[in-house]
């Protein structure tokens, strides 16, 4: 006996987030995945963490950074061999290494860096004048594409092979 065919099933329609423009902004920023909760997209949204280069110095966040800002001083760029280096700052008691200790520093009076004894990267900035918050190098977040700076500091300091034109503020 012959049968209809059935039509190819299509697509089904998203339960909501098209038929409203305003509720579609406010429920996703990705039409194809509505949400139910706002999509926040490229931020350092808790939890997150770092390694060093051979994976022993890891550690995890479970608090949104107090601030994210690149930094051109002398002693940065001496500490990390590189032009400009760039920062995240996490409140004491909401990180914590989970890999290796890492070894210590004392770079200058009161500042204490934090690197890998193994690989030798560097994990971990704290100045005793900067009190309760440990700042920790982008570069070495899991994904460093989702760090978000804000500002310069030390752009007085900045090397002239260093042009960066993002519109951030400087100081
Ligand atoms: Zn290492
Ligand atoms: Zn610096």
Same mark, same amino acid.
């Given at each position: 006996?012959?049968?209809a065919r059935?039509?190819?099933v299509?697509?089904s329609p998203?339960?909501?987030?098209y ?11 990705d039409?194809?995945?509505?949400t %139910?909760h706002?999509?926040?997209?490229n931020s ?11 994976g022993?110095v /890891?550690y995890?966040?479970d608090?949104i950074?107090?601030w ?6 002398q002693?940065c760029r /001496?500490?990390?061999?590189s032009g400009?280096?760039? #920062?995240l %700052?996490?409140? @004491?008691?909401?990180w914590r290494?989970t ?6 520093f ?5 500042v204490?860096r934090? #690197?890998?004894a ?5 994990m %971990?900035y704290r100045a @005793?004048?900067i ?7 982008a570069?070495s977040l899991?994904d460093p %594409?989702?760090f978000q700076?804000?500002r310069? @500091? #030390?752009a @007085?300091e900045?090397l002239?092979w260093?042009h960066?034109a ?6």
């Amino acid at each position: 006996m012959l049968r209809a065919r059935s039509p190819p099933v299509k697509h089904s329609p998203p339960a909501y987030g098209y038929a409203s423009g305003l509720v579609h902004n406010i429920l996703s920023l990705d039409p194809a995945h509505p949400t %139910a909760h706002p999509v926040v997209m490229n931020s350092l949204v808790p939890p997150f963490g770092g390694h060093c280069l051979c994976g022993a110095v /890891r550690y995890a966040c479970d608090a949104i950074p107090l601030w994210q800002v690149h930094c051109h001083c002398q002693s940065c760029r /001496r500490a990390t061999s590189s032009g400009f280096t760039s #920062f995240l %700052a996490v409140a @004491d008691g909401h990180w914590r290494w989970t890999g290796a200790a890492p070894a210590v520093f004392n770079s200058s009076p009161g500042v204490w860096r934090s #690197f890998c004894a193994t690989c030798g990267s560097q994990m %971990a900035y704290r100045a @005793d004048e900067i009190p309760g918050e440990l700042h920790f190098y982008a570069a070495s977040l899991d994904d460093p %594409a989702l760090f978000q700076p804000t500002r310069h @500091d #030390f752009a @007085d300091e900045a090397l002239p092979w260093v042009h960066l034109a993002d519109g951030l503020p400087r100081r």
